[in-house]
Structure formats: C-alpha cells, structure tokens
C-alpha cells in the first residue's frame, strides 16, 4: 500500500495549474462536505438509533480517518478536525433550513464537480479519481498537506 506522502505526490502531479488549484480549494472542501451531508441524510437501521448523532456520515467519517492515519498524524488530526466542523455544520443546518439538506447539497454538488472539471479542462489532465476512486479521499488530505505545510507544522 501507498504512503500517504506517496498518494499526494500522485495526486499533485495533476494539479500543478495555478487556476486549477484554486478551483480545488474552493471545490474539494465542498464537495466533502456535500458527500457528508449525502450521507447524513440516508436512514440508519433501528440497531443504529440509540444516538441521534449515529449515522452513516458519522461512520464514513471514522472509516476515512483509518485511510488518513497513514498520512501522518498531523493530516489525520487536521482531516479528523475539518471532518467533525463539516459534521457539525450540517447537523447545524438541518436544524435551521426548511429545505431538505439533500437538496441543498445536491445543487451545490453539481455546482463543485462543474468547477473540479473546469480545473481540470484548464490542466489539460484527467482528474486523478478516473485512476482510483481512493483519490477522491486523497484530495483533502492533499489540501490539508499544503495547509500545514504553509503555517509551518509540516516540512
């Protein structure tokens, strides 16, 4: 199996554009966080609802943080943080919108995985998930990488 290190230098060599980049900053994190909220939303079995806050999304997230412990602990930290805020915020949504969550992060999807393929128009590369689908999680972490990097926590 793949370092972490190893899946980011993988992921980065289609994501050397300028534009492309920031398209990621802005699309990544939201798309995680309509995956998140995709999830939330799918009924759980009886066995599963002896804590309002036991869902599928809550699971997903845990499952990821085993693939993201191989990154490193500061990434794992970093994923597991930005992970319990998305959580967070849409457990804080659903309660304050009249809309169905689903739809609200179905549209935003749509709108994100437009901009992901605009990015990567403007590369001139396919996105790196057409290869493995485990880079759609190597994403953020590629992200959460470049941020620590940038205040000095990862060299």
Known sequence: ?????????EYS??????TNKLLHWICVPTIMWTVLAFLWVIPVPEVMQ???LVNWAVIFVAVAQ???ISFGWKIFSGMLLVSVLMLWFTYWLESVISIP???????VFIIA???QFIGHHIEGKKPSFFKDLLFLLVGPAWEMNYFLRQIGWLR
């Open 101 to 107: 969550l689903w739809q609200i992060a179905l549209v």
């Open 1 to 9: 199996m793949r370092s972490g290190q190893e899946w980011i230098a």
């Open 50 to 52: 002896f804590h309002p």
């Open 66 to 68: 085993l693939f993201y």
């Open 13 to 18: 060599e289609s994501h050397r554009n300028p």
């Open 113 to 115: 995985w437009i901009g």
